[in-house]
Each structure stands twice: as structure tokens, then as C-alpha cells.
């Protein structure tokens, strides 16, 4: 009987072993891939130290060098460089944004009541982020960095007023720096789901992570896991999307085929659905 050829699954681990939402990421594709194993066979995933930035990482994955899989926001560029596995992993979650600000400057956020105060104000956002671009196109002032981490120690230095992040980055983020805080009454959303990402070449690894997700999907176990995650189910307690003014604004960025997907029965991915 002829061996089963070993997928090697390498995704950037470059400063990102030590946060706990990308475990979360981490561990639903790994789930994805051993429910795809008695189809696809074995499989080895490994974290690499490569991919600096986003920019980098997606080129590492077009080109099939040292990564081959990564999760990310997805837009319409990144569709075009790589391929998308259409099946939202974090449930609407990754555009609902609510802010890093600095400590003791809650009251200055509990006073804003209408979308144009919060554009008024300066937003910190990555260089090569698709929601600096969506967030630009909707009127709001933005002051970028190339690094992430940069911006955290700006914020810190008032280069700009408040540090939008999806929820499932926001307090693992405060946790590590003391002198910010997250904001407690508003919230922006936009669509802006989360999806596994690999080469346009990569077919074979792009049909084995869709069949493994949708098959979670079909027995229960991705809802099961989203439930249980000690992170997920974290994050929602803390949020308190109930008490927040939510914000909407338009993503100009989703393809069409994105859009439809969200918008389906299957899927409806908005942050309004745990209110």
C-alpha cells in the first residue's frame, strides 16, 4: 500500500507565540485538520519565525516560502494575492471594534454620543491594515505605523487618542500594558471577517482546511469550540456589547463573493447577534 504524503502546514509564529488570540487561531486549524485527516491523510503544523508585518507574510504565502497558511481580515487585495478559505472563523467577531485608551481618560469616551465625535478624534491603526482603509473611507482620522507593536508605546505618547481592536484583541493587549485600558461604552463595527489564507497554488491545502471547517460546522464541534474556548467565551463576557453604543459603517473592501457568504443563513456573521 503506498504511503500517504505528510502535509507540512508551516503558518508565522513571528511574535505572536505569546498571544492568546492567535492560539485560538491555532488551535480551530488544527481541529480543521484533523477532521480532514481520514480524507487528506497525516499532517505536521509548524509555527515559523517569519512574516514581520502582514505585508510580508502575504507575500511570503504567494510566493510558497517558508509559510504556506496564515488568518487574517480579508479585502479585496488579499483576495486577489492569495486564496481564501471563505468560512469566518471568529463569527463576526474581528469587526467589532472597541478602543485601547490611555488610563484615566474613560470619561473623555463616556461623553461621545454620535459617530462625528469619534471621527473628530485620532485612531491608531497598522500601515497595511485593511481597517485603516476602511476606517478612512468612512471619515475617520488615522495616524499608521509599519510595526504593530509601535503602536501601543504611541498611543502611550498621545500620537493619536484611541487604538481601535477587535475584541478578541483588546484585553489580552491591556493586560500587557498597564498605563491603557479598554474603553467601556462604543463600539464600531463593520464586516470584517477572519479567514484562513493560503497561495493560489495551494489547492490541495485550501480544499483540506474548507472540508475540515465545514465539517465542524456540520457536527457541532466548531460551535462547541467558539462556546468553550477559555478565550472566546472570554471575550464576550468582558465586552459587554449590551452596554455599548455601536457604530456602523461600510467595508468597502469585501468582494462580492465575501459578502455573500457572511450574509448567508450559514454564517450571518455581525457582533449585533450577541447583544
Not at 22 to 50: H, I, M, T, W
Not at 247 to 256: F, G
Amino acid at each position: 500500500m503506498p504511503a500517504v504524503a505528510l502535509d507540512v502546514v508551516n503558518y508565522s509564529s513571528h511574535g505572536r507565540d505569546n498571544l492568546p488570540y492567535d492560539k485560538y487561531y491555532r488551535e480551530l486549524l488544527a481541529l480543521a485538520l484533523n477532521k480532514s485527516s481520514p480524507r487528506f491523510g497525516p499532517y505536521q503544523l509548524n509555527g515559523v519565525d517569519a512574516g514581520k508585518t502582514q505585508t510580508n507574510m502575504i507575500e511570503l504565502i504567494k510566493h510558497r516560502h517558508i509559510v504556506n497558511v496564515a488568518w487574517t481580515m480579508t479585502s479585496k487585495a488579499r483576495e486577489r494575492e492569495l486564496l481564501p478559505i471563505r468560512v469566518p472563523l471568529f463569527k463576526g467577531l474581528g469587526g467589532c471594534r472597541i478602543f485601547l485608551i490611555r488610563q484615566g481618560e474613560q470619561e473623555r469616551f463616556s461623553q461621545i454620543t454620535q459617530v462625528s465625535d469619534l471621527q473628530n478624534l485620532l485612531a491608531g491603526q497598522g500601515a497595511d491594515w485593511p481597517d485603516t482603509s476602511i476606517l478612512k473611507a468612512n471619515n475617520f482620522n488615522v495616524i499608521t505605523a509599519k510595526q504593530h507593536n509601535s503602536l501601543f508605546s504611541m498611543l502611550t505618547k498621545q500620537r493619536f487618542d484611541y487604538f481601535p481592536r477587535a475584541l478578541h484583541e483588546a484585553y489580552s493587549e491591556a493586560a500587557r500594558f498597564p498605563e491603557l485600558i479598554v474603553e467601556q461604552s462604543s463600539l464600531l463595527y463593520y464586516p470584517a471577517p477572519f479567514f484562513f489564507f493560503v497561495s493560489k497554488e495551494d489547492k490541495r491545502l485550501a480544499e483540506r482546511i474548507e472540508y475540515g471547517l465545514n465539517k465542524m460546522m456540520a457536527d457541532g464541534s466548531f460551535e462547541q469550540f467558539f462556546n468553550q474556548n477559555p478565550y472566546s467565551k472570554s471575550v464576550l463576557a468582558k465586552a459587554n456589547i449590551n452596554n455599548r453604543r455601536i457604530y456602523t459603517l461600510k467595508n468597502q473592501l469585501l468582494t462580492a463573493q465575501t459578502a455573500q457568504v457572511i450574509n448567508s443563513k450559514q454564517y450571518q456573521t455581525s457582533c449585533r447577534q450577541f447583544q
